[in-house]
C-alpha cells in the first residue's frame, strides 16, 4: 500500500513518545496523527494493519484511517480522533487523589481485554516474540537466553488478547467511553506477560523517568500499582504473593527496553534474578 502525502502544515502537535510524535488536523476535529520518528517506514505500516485487526475485533480503540508520509519523509497513521480525551497517566498526575479509583477503572478494562479470545491465526503469539526478541538481544549471554527461553516456554498458553505495551498512557477516556492506543505490539498469550509492564512501570521505573514520562510521582505509582493488583487479582491475594509472580513478567520487558535503548539496563534485570540465578 502506498503512503497518502500530506502537510504537517495541516496539523498542530500535540505530544510525544518513544517511537514518534501525535498531532490534531487543524480544521478536521475528527482526525489526528500518529506520526513515527524519521527512518521507521514499515513500523506505521505494519502498525496501521494490527490496529485496523484490532478495531474490526470490537475492541475499543480509535479506528485507523489511513497510511501516511509527511513532506519531510516521516510516515505515520490517520486515526479518528476521540475528543476531550486524557490518558489514565495524566489524570492520574493532575488528581493523584483519585488514584485508587483510576486503578480499579484500569484494572476492569485490562479484564475486559484479557478476557478476549482472538483468531490466532490472525496474530502473534506473544512467546514467539520474546523468542525473537531474546534471540535479537546482544546483552544476555547464552547460558542466561537459555534459562530466559526456558522460562518463557513454561508460562501456560491461552489465545486472549494482550496490548503488548500495557501502561498508563496507552489508555485513555472520555467521560462516556475508555479506549486502547497504541496497539503496535498486539499479541495473543496469557495475561502476565502483558501485567508485567504495569509493574515496570509502577515500581522498576525511577522516581525522575516516571515524573517525566508519567506526569506523577514515583509514590503515587506505587499507589497505583498497589490499587491495581488488589482489583485485578482480588482482593484475597496478598501483594507479595502477587508481586512474585508479576515480577519476572517486568523483567522480560527488558527485552523490548534494551532493543530500544540499545544498552543493558541493570535496573529492570534485577526483576530477572529469580529466572537468571
Known amino acids: 500500500m502506498d503512503a497518502i502525502k500530506i502537510s504537517l502544515d495541516d496539523f498542530v502537535h500535540t505530544g510525544g513518545g518513544f517511537n514518534g510524535e501525535s498531532y490534531d488536523h487543524k480544521t478536521d476535529p475528527t482526525i489526528m496523527l500518529k506520526l513515527y520518528f524519521p527512518g521507521k517506514v514499515q513500523q506505521p505500516y505494519d502498525e496501521m494493519l494490527l490496529a485496523r485487526k484490532v478495531y474490526d475485533m470490537g475492541i475499543p480503540t480509535p479506528e ?20 476531550n480525551k486524557i490518558s489514565y497517566s495524566r489524570a492520574i498526575g493532575d488528581h493523584p487523589e483519585n488514584v485508587k479509583q483510576y486503578a480499579e477503572e484500569f484494572a476492569q478494562m485490562c479484564h475486559q481485554l484479557h478476557a478476549t479470545h482472538i483468531d490466532t491465526t490472525q496474530f502473534e503469539n506473544v512467546k514467539d516474540r520474546y523468542h525473537k526478541l531474546l534471540a535479537e538481544n546482544p546483552f544476555f549471554t547464552a547460558e542466561d537466553k537459555e534459562k530466559l527461553n526456558r522460562f518463557i516456554d513454561s508460562v501456560p498458553d491461552t489465545d486472549t488478547a494482550i496490548h503488548g505495551d500495557l501502561q498508563y498512557s496507552n489508555v485513555v477516556f472520555t467521560e462516556s467511553q475508555r479506549y486502547f492506543i497504541d496497539l503496535g505490539d498486539f499479541c495473543y ?7 508485567g509492564m504495569v509493574y515496570l512501570c509502577s515500581n522498576l521505573s525511577d522516581a525522575s523517568f516516571i515524573k517525566e514520562t508519567f506526569h506523577m510521582e514515583k509514590a503515587t505509582a506505587i499507589k497505583f500499582g498497589e490499587a491495581f493488583a488488589s482489583a485485578y487479582f482480588g482482593k484475597d491475594r496478598s501483594l507479595k504473593d502477587i508481586e512474585a509472580e508479576i515480577r519476572p513478567f517486568a523483567g522480560l520487558k527488558t527485552l523490548i527496553i534494551e532493543r530500544d535503548a540499545r544498552s543493558p539496563l541493570p535496573q529492570f534485570r534485577v526483576a530477572l534474578e529469580g529466572i537468571l540465578h
Open 189 to 195: 498469550g496469557n495475561p502476565l506477560f502483558d501485567l
Open 64 to 83: 485507523p484511517s489511513e497510511y501516511v508520509v509527511t513532506e519531510d519523509g516521516r510516515y505515520g497513521i490517520l486515526f479518528h480522533r476521540i475528543p
